[in-house]
């Protein structure tokens, strides 16, 4: 069973940057779609970017294009996702999510990793 731990959330000023880690133990995320979501008070969660690590294709939400950026790092079993130029509007908990290629629902979830940006 895959487990996903977040890490690099912290407080920063508008137009910062911070990189997040989602890192996985339990297995390979060969064959995983890997996403980002965010949820900040009073609000739904919200999808940030997905990325399919079998293909290595990605989608990322609007509101977050050209200033986020996901990666990976095989070895260490690793994802990561460079934020950029942020926003106030940015802060919210972030979790990292897996799901199996070819299934629709997430079903490994991280604990979470807050970012906060002050203007």
């Known amino acids: 069973q895959v487990q996903l731990v977040e890490s690099g959330g912290g407080l920063v000023q508008a137009g910062g940057s911070l990189r997040l880690s989602c890192a996985a133990s339990?297995?390979?995320?060969?064959?995983?779609?890997i996403g980002w979501f965010r949820q900040a008070p009073g609000k739904e969660r919200e999808f940030v970017v997905t990325?399919?690590?079998?293909?290595?294709?990605?989608r990322y939400a609007e509101s977050v294009k050209g200033r986020f950026t996901i990666s990976r790092d095989n070895a260490k079993n690793t994802v990561y996702l460079q934020m950029n130029s942020l926003k106030p509007e940015d802060t919210a908990i972030y979790y990292c999510a897996a799901r199996r290629i070819g299934i629709s629902e997430y079903n490994y979830w991280g604990q979470g990793t807050q970012v906060t940006v002050s203007s």
């Open positions: 990325f399919n690590w079998s293909i290595a294709s990605t």
């Open positions: 339990g297995g390979s995320l060969s064959g995983y779609v």
